[in-house]
Every structure is written in structure tokens, then in C-alpha cells.
């Protein structure tokens, strides 16, 4: 699969945006805050947790920017998931982010003035929790030196978990459950505010920073009704 011209890339975004950011309310109550944090313009690298498959889109609509993202190949099937997620900026790879080839590709992107968006996890929770970050995103940020977009996501464990065919939904105009989806975009964090940092200092630093959003977006998450009590 090709990757898509900037051009393709962001006409793509200005066609399937408002369906999807619709169908994200309505059929996931989704709610998104701190868009306008996201750098009009150069070169960016947002990381994030990673909760589920909904990810990528949820992000997106919450960023709005057209970014890129890396992807292993296996997610492009079944076409149609393929077709969504490369419209939205993925880039199939052979490995994660920890081989080279996705820190090759990560860092030729940011070097091309992109915004890029990754998963220092590696993988999908498998519990829901924050799993420890994977070296290689150290890496991306010393040689990228590009402001540092930190993104939590909220229920989408709960909607989509590993191992799951179709997501659970959480319709606006029924009562909520705990399917419902919310991200939230941090400041922007000039790479000069941790240059001075070791490498494992940095790494934790990340780390509270993603965990730092993701409990923002999970108190900004549509709640089920409170039962009463007697």
C-alpha cells in the first residue's frame, strides 16, 4: 500500500472528517478537548496510549491536523479498516517502533515537517492500564528534536479490548455505559524543556505526561448514570 501525497492526505481528511467525527458522537458519545494545542504547522511527534484499534481514529478527530501515523501491516486487513486508517494517515510497516525500519520512517517524517503520532507502548494494553514505554521513542525524540505532543485516550479498552471483532457502542440518545470514548490533547513540550534529561529520566517523563492526559480524558468521558441508592 502506498503512502498517500500530502495533498491526497489532506483531502482525505476534509472528506471522511465530518462523517466520522459524527458517527464518533453518536454512536460512542466521543467527547475530545485541547485541539487547539496541536501545532499549526512543522513538525510534531504526539505520543499516546494504547487502548484499542479505535485509537488512531479517535486521535485524529481529536488533532484534527492531518498527521501520520505507523502502523504494523497486519492492521490493513481487513481492506476496509486498511483503506480508513491509510486515509487517515497510517504507513504500514514490516515491525514496530522499536525496529529500525519504524524509526527510519518516524524520523523521515518528522524531518519532512510532519506531524507523527505514536504508541511508546509497543502494543495494546492488555489490562486497560498504562504499560511501560519502549526505548525507541527516546531515540525519536533526541534525534527528531521536535515538540513533544503528549495524548491520552479514555475507554477505548473498554469498547474495543484485544481479542474483540466489533466494537461495544455507547449511543449518545441512550443511557451511557462504559464504551464511551474521550481524548484529550497536552501542551506542546519544546524538546529544549528536556534536553537536559538522562535518557531514563526521560523515558518516565513521557510517561507521566501520556498518564497526566489519559486521566483527563477519563474524567472527560460521558459516565453512566449513579445508581440510587436503596
Known amino acids: 500500500m502506498k503512502m498517500l501525497s500530502e495533498r491526497w492526505l489532506w483531502w482525505c481528511y476534509q472528506f471522511l472528517y465530518l462523517p466520522v467525527v459524527w458517527s464518533a458522537i453518536l454512536l460512542f458519545s ?3 478537548r485541547g485541539r487547539q494545542h496541536v ?21 485524529a478527530l481529536a488533532v484534527i491536523r492531518p498527521m501520520r501515523f505507523l502502523a504494523r501491516r497486519t492492521l490493513f486487513k481487513p481492506r476496509w479498516f486498511g483503506w480508513l486508517i491509510s486515509s487517515l494517515g497510517a504507513i504500514p510497516l514490516n515491525h514496530d517502533m522499536s525496529g529500525k525500519e519504524g524509526l527510519k520512517a518516524g524520523l523521515d517524517l518528522l524531518k519532512s515537517g ?19 514505554f519502549k526505548p525507541g521513542v527516546v531515540v525519536l525524540v533526541r534525534r527528531s528534536r521536535a515538540p513533544i505532543l503528549p495524548i491520552g485516550v479514555a475507554g477505548a479498552f473498554q469498547a474495543m479490548p484485544r ?4 466494537p461495544k457502542l455507547c449511543p449518545l440518545f441512550l443511557p451511557a455505559n462504559d464504551a464511551a470514548l474521550a481524548c484529550v490533547v497536552g501542551k506542546p513540550i519544546p524538546y529544549e524543556v528536556v534536553e537536559h534529561l538522562s535518557n531514563d529520566e526521560l523515558l518516565r517523563f513521557l510517561e507521566s505526561q501520556v498518564a497526566s492526559a489519559r486521566e483527563q ?5 460521558r459516565k453512566p448514570p449513579r445508581r440510587r441508592a436503596g
Open 163 to 166: 481479542g474483540s471483532l466489533f
Open 217 to 221: 480524558a477519563e474524567a472527560l468521558r
Open 30 to 32: 466521543t467527547r475530545t
Open 39 to 59: 501545532p499549526r504547522t512543522g513538525p510534531f511527534l504526539a505520543i499516546a496510549n494504547h487502548e484499542s484499534f479505535l485509537d488512531p481514529i479517535l486521535i
Open 114 to 132: 510532519n506531524g507523527l503520532i505514536i504508541y511508546p507502548e509497543g502494543t495494546r494494553t492488555q489490562d486497560g492500564r498504562l504499560q511501560p
